[in-house]
């Protein structure tokens, strides 16, 4: 069973900074892409940041409201995934999950998409 374990969140005011954490645990071979979704209150889930893997090519995708303020970043030897949110504002309030997808318990075993439980980032003034 893959589980993954998010830190970080907190109550800021606008124009700070936050560092998002994020470690995958467990047995799994491989896990393709990591990042980060984000939900506010009365809204659905929507992407924020994902990274790939080194052999998947570090490649990154940035919802287009965080382009510039936030950086992804991951290390793939200890399975980890990092969101630094810089000039943070009112409306990146929400609940951060960590999200794993490609995950293989093997070469050829892949397993369901995976979810952290959620950490809450609130900034307001």
């Known amino acids: 069973q893959v589980q993954l374990a998010e830190s970080g969140g907190g109550s800021v005011q606008p124009g700070e900074s936050l560092r998002l954490s994020c470690a995958a645990s467990g047995h799994f071979y491989t896990i393709y892409k990591m990042g980060w979704y984000r939900q506010a209150p009365g809204k659905q889930r929507e992407l924020v940041a994902t990274m790939t893997s080194e052999t ?11 382009k510039g303020r936030f950086t992804i970043s991951r290390d793939d030897t200890k399975n980890t995934v990092n969101l630094q949110m810089n000039s943070l504002k009112p409306e990146d309030t929400a ?7 490609g995950v ?8 369901p998409k995976i979810w952290g439980q959620g950490t809450q980032v609130t900034v307001t003034s």
């Not at 609940?95 to 997808?101: G, I």
């Not at 293989?104 to 397993?111: R, V, Y």
């Open 95 to 101: 609940v951060y999950f960590c999200n794993a997808d």
């Open 104 to 111: 293989f318990a093997s070469p050829t075993q892949a397993l």
């Open 56 to 66: 998947g090519g570090r490649k990154t995708n940035y919802a287009d409201s965080v």
